[in-house]
């Protein structure tokens, strides 16, 4: 048969550890043999990020919003460990920190859903989209310990030099102090980003923050997004039949366990950290979610949300048996393929992309699965796969389909 053809490159950035193996096998196993692959190569894995000072992380960066599309593989955030064990010149900074900075864009993450791994939460039917603004708040704090009796201020000084003053509290004793912030442009672009994902992908947004008790800080988050949607998307939304409601966390969080799921939903950025791991973790495994960073001006980044499983990556350098999986990882190909499909019209590449998928979640409820998996699963015939296994199972019903 021939192979499918593309028009526009896609941005492959390459990564790290066990990841980096997954990556060429998936390619040449899943991709290469029904796809003319056109990508634009970039190396992100950490010995070529050290050689280039950092700079191809961010010529991918750049490359990304010219293409529009891009595909990563989890790549090293270097710590002190890493500095000797990759001689390295700099501690560089994560090269999603650098790409979501230039993209300025919003995480979405959503469960990948599969019969015989089966949510905590049993009416969950569809999976539930967690999008998490990635700026401020709480991550970008100043803190104090107080040590005694004393009056604490908030103080902003405009260049001109007037002040606005607030008194916080007057100690009577030891206590705790912090400072946190954000930004109308970040907000507004983190809006924007849910309202455009929402749209391409069909789904209903929610946003939820506490503005009762927080009547300018949260209540700020509140107004641009009732804004934002006001001016650019509401007649979008009711063109397509979609809704968009805001409502306080808490009561988000109660209906939430309520839903079939099948939503997006937009949180600040502590709230995104620790609902984007409540709803993972129902539903199973870091493995089995997708990933994609969306920027306001339309330009999507596929990942996996998981790390480069250093551990097993050890392993399989001391010649051991590994079984990772791969499924995050072949879900960051298919949505970044299937986007490009969509922009250049390619029909047959959107195809590919669903049946790949398809073939990848019908391997599982085969029965063919890894190790984390069958951990976890309620299927009762199970097959452990090794890391190749399991994507040459996934080639074998690709096949059949
Ligand atoms: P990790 O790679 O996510 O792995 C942590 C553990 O989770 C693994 O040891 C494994 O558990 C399990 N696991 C994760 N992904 C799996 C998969 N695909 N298949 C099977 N099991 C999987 O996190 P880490 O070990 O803390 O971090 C390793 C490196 O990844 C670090 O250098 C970090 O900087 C980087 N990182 C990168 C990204 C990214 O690029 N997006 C994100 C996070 C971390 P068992 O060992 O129990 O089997
Ligand atoms: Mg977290």
Redesign the pocket.
């Known amino acids: 048969m021939a192979k499918i053809q593309m028009k526009t490159p896609l941005v492959e950035m390459d ?5 980096r193996i ?1 990556w060429q096998i998936i390619k040449d196993e899943l991709l290469l043999p029904y796809i003319d692959l056109k990508t634009e190569y970039y190396d992100l894995g950490l010995e070529y990020r050290n050689e280039t000072n950092d700079q191809v992380t961010v010529d991918s960066a750049e490359a990304t919003k010219k293409y529009g599309v891009a595909v ?8 002190a460990a ?1 500095m000797t064990e990759y001689n390295l010149k700099e501690m560089w900074k ?3 920190g650098t790409i979501r900075a230039a993209l300025d864009g919003t995480v979405f993450r959503a469960p990948i859903q599969v019969k015989g791994i089966e949510p905590c939460v049993k009416n969950w039917k569809k999976p539930i989209t967690l999008a998490r603004h990635a700026y401020g708040d709480v991550y970008k704090n100043t803190e104090i310990k107080v040590p005694g009796k004393g009056k604490a201020e908030l103080v902003f000084t405009a260049e001109d030099g007037t002040e606005i003053r607030e008194i916080i509290h007057n100690f009577d004793g030891p206590g705790i102090l912090q400072g946190i912030h954000n930004t109308d442009q970040s907000i507004t672009s983190f809006a924007k980003a849910c309202f455009s994902y929402a749209l391409d992908t069909k789904q209903d947004l929610w946003f939820a923050t506490k503005d009762t008790i927080s009547k300018k800080y949260d209540h700020n988050f509140k107004d641009i997004f009732e804004e934002v949607y006001e001016k650019e998307y509401k007649d979008k939304f009711e063109a397509a039949g979609l809704e968009y409601f805001y409502t306080l966390i808490d009561d988000a969080v109660a209906r939430v366990m309520k839903t079939e799921g099948g939503f997006i939903w937009a949180c600040k950025n502590y709230d995104g950290d620790v609902m984007s791991d409540m709803v993972s973790s129902a539903c199973g ?3 089995m979610m997708t ?1 994609v960073l969306v920027s306001p001006t339309g330009v999507y980044e596929y ?10 990556y050890y392993k399989h350098l001391e010649g051991e048996e590994t ?7 072949i879900f960051a190909w298919t949505g970044a393929l299937r986007k490009r499909g969509e922009l250049d019209e390619i029909p047959e590449l959107v195809t590919f992309a669903d049946k790949l998928e398809k073939a990848t979640l019908q391997t599982i409820e085969e029965g063919k699965m ?3 998996l069958a951990l976890i699963t309620s299927l009762e015939e199970v097959t452990v796969l090794n890391s190749q296994d399991f994507i040459k199972a996934i080639r074998e019903t690709l096949e059949t389909l």
């Not at 990564?15 to 990841?19: A, K, R």
């Not at 990563?72 to 710590?79: D, E, Q, S």
């Open positions: 990564g790290d550890e066990m990841t997954l990563k593989c989890a790549t090293i955030t270097p710590n890493r994560s090269p999603n495994s870091l493995a990933s990942e996996a949300a998981h790390g480069t499983v250093q551990r097993h079984s990772t999986n791969s499924v995050a990882t890894t190790k984390d």
